[in-house]
């Protein structure tokens, strides 16, 4: 397979010599946009607000309070059918199908246990057989839930692409019975199964847009206009030196790195080292400088291939022209990501790590 396809490993990142761009995250509402965001933009009306549940005197366990179930080796039919299910395996060869089931575990999980906790490493993804699991983090001091996933649904999926930690808790809401895949045994199958691999490399990239699109930077936009913007992102592979923007540009622009890194670097002063910022997957660049009239001074490059979803100057101009709140953009950008140059901005998506 080109390496244009590939997606991030499973394991985590290893560590870069480059220190990454401190960036406070922002304080996200769960996911809304749809998968098809163009077709089903309209549903994000239905569940705009996070639902928060008062504190109970059950507070979330802390991470290192182990959940309780019972868990054993899957009974092979049943991995098989539930994985079936799963929107993104439908059609999948049944040899895939079966391949993915071999090894997976059968959990049983009663009402009000937890099925996994806010901070556990994601090692594997789960499917709901029978039940409802909702996904809820805590928030000073509160319970808030973000969703439920119901039979038939899988969870942690995009965690695993990520390299991050759970960033919600599960419990279960009445008796569960969920099956659990190990992240290796998927490996396993992406790296020969071309079908499967395609579709979670869009998954991947859709959801990392969807995460950037509900944070408070686009607040004052509404919906439809959220659901054109993703709409817009065209995904760009950069090979090493390859570069996105150089000092002096009046551009516009947004990148959503989805693999790999790009680097942000300003000119060297005479006598001094020129300071230097990595932007890693999870991260965007912002450039306002069309907007704001003042040239960038900072030059945009590949270290390594890397692949990036892109939001180019004429899209944008052309959101822009029929949303004018996206005008204000670089008025709310200060407050939300960190300015690294005058009109170059750096944050984080938000990735729920689910």
């Known amino acids: 397979m080109a390496m244009v396809d590939q997606l991030p490993p499973l394991a985590p990142r290893e560590r870069r010599t480059r220190v990454a761009v401190p960036v406070e995250p922002p304080v996200?509402?769960?996911?809304l946009i749809p998968f098809d965001v163009m077709r089903d933009a309209e549903r994000e009306t239905r569940v705009s607000e996070e639902v928060v549940v008062e504190p109970s005197t059950s507070p979330l366990p802390l991470p290192e309070e182990a959940p309780i179930f019972t868990q054993s080796d899957a009974d092979p039919e049943l991995a098989l059918y539930a994985l079936s299910q799963v929107r993104m395996f439908?059609?999948?060869p049944e040899a895939s199908l079966e391949a993915l089931a071999t090894g997976a575990q059968q959990l049983e999980i009663p009402d009000g246990e937890f099925v996994f906790l806010e901070g556990d490493e994601a090692?594997?993804?789960y499917v709901v057989v029978e039940g409802t699991v909702e996904l809820l983090r805590q928030k000073d001091g509160r319970e808030v839930a973000l969703r439920h996933a119901n039979r038939g649904e899988s969870l942690g999926l995009f965690g695993l692409f990520s390299a991050q930690l759970r960033a919600a808790s599960g419990r279960a809401i009445g008796d569960c019975v969920i099956i659990e895949v190990a992240g290796e045994r998927l490996q396993e199958l992406l790296d020969r199964d071309d079908v499967l691999h395609e579709r979670l490399l869009r998954m991947h990239r859709e959801r990392l847009l969807e995460s950037f699109m509900t944070s408070k930077l686009f607040n004052d936009i509404d919906s439809i206009a959220r659901a054109r913007l993703i709409g817009r992102f065209a995904n760009r592979t950069f090979n090493v030196g390859d570069q996105l923007l150089s000092p002096g540009e009046v551009t516009n622009l947004v990148a959503v790195v989805t693999h790999g890194s790009l680097v942000l670097e300003e000119r060297a002063r005479p006598g001094e080292h020129p300071r230097s910022y990595e932007?890693?997957?999870g991260q965007f660049v912002m450039v306002t400088a069309a907007m704001s009239g003042t040239p960038t001074r900072l030059r945009i490059h590949a270290p390594e291939f890397a692949t990036v979803s892109i939001?180019?100057?004429?899209?944008?101009?052309?959101?822009l022209h029929d949303y004018p709140a996206l005008r204000t953009l670089p008025q709310r950008l200060p407050t939300f990501a960190r300015q690294l140059d005058r009109s170059v901005f750096c944050g984080t998506v938000g990735v729920p790590g689910l």
């Open 90 to 92: 439908k059609d999948l």
């Open 311 to 319: 939001l180019t100057h004429k899209d944008l101009n052309e959101l």
């Open 28 to 31: 996200l509402k769960p996911s």
């Open 123 to 125: 090692r594997s993804f």
């Open 279 to 281: 932007v890693l997957p």
